[in-house]
């Protein structure tokens, strides 16, 4: 379940929320707005396949609980390109120093590191065009901080305004942990699992976002630094 499918029974882009360690949250206020319905669409949205729990809060707000947040990735890859993206106002980050200090580096870093990460999975057999591999394969941690990430852009998009340059680096920062702890390729002489496959399409997500947003800014995306 996904923030736009969630969106079409709503009438409104949920927002995530929570860290998404434990369980993957979108919050909504649609039944704030039309209480005498909440608690018809509260049962619409438990219906939904891939919906795990819908909590209906005392201030009217709806918190639902998906049972595979991973499906955002591909959401994101089979969305068309937004080229059309209106550039966002920047006084623009300078390309040194090439250290953490610089978000701008940590950015671009960032998309260098989801572009490499496709070129070695093309180069390892991992298999980064089939199934997902369930809702347990980007169940760890560093993986579902990322996903958090990426779930907050359905909602920011909605309000008309992403706010990129931000939003960039916590995304970048999110994935450069995953990228370090959480490898997207086996190591070693390990076996490729359906896990790989799944960090994979995760890079290709998050390359495909920081491109939109770098691009929004001014910036060519860079395949290598």
């Known amino acids: 379940m996904t923030p736009g499918r969630l969106g079409e029974a709503l009438g409104e882009v ?7 360690e434990h369980e993957a949250v979108y919050v909504s206020a649609a039944a704030v707005r039309a209480p005498a319905a909440a608690r018809r669409l509260a049962g619409r949205l438990r219906r939904l396949p891939g919906v795990a729990e819908v909590r209906e809060r005392p201030n009217g707000m709806l918190e639902i609980v ?8 591909t959401e994101i890859i089979q969305a068309a ?11 623009g ?6 250290t953490w200090d610089n978000p701008g580096f940590v950015v671009r870093y960032a998309h260098a590191r989801a572009v490499a990460v496709e070129r070695w999975a ?6 980064a065009d089939g199934p997902m591999g369930g809702p347990d394969a980007l169940a760890g941690a560093w993986d579902r901080a990322v996903l958090r990430v990426l779930a907050e852009l359905p909602s920011r998009r909605a309000r008309g305004r ?6 960039l680096v916590r995304l970048a920062l999110a994935y450069h942990d995953a ?10 002489d390990r076996p490729v699992t359906p896990v790989h496959a799944a960090r994979v399409r995760l890079a290709r997500a998050v390359r495909r976002v920081l491109a939109e947003g770098l691009s929004a800014l001014g910036e060519t995306p860079p395949d290598r630094l």
């Open 93 to 98: 980050w300078p390309d040194t120093p090439r």
């Open 179 to 188: 990228h370090e702890r959480a490898p997207a390729v086996p190591m070693g």
């Open 66 to 73: 998906v049972t595979d947040p991973g499906e955002i990735v």
């Open 81 to 91: 390109p937004r080229s059309e993206s209106a550039a966002e106002p920047h006084p």
């Open 122 to 127: 093309r180069d390892l057999g991992v298999p």
């Open 162 to 167: 992403v706010g990129w340059a931000s939003y």
């Open 14 to 20: 949920p927002a995530p929320r929570g860290s998404w």
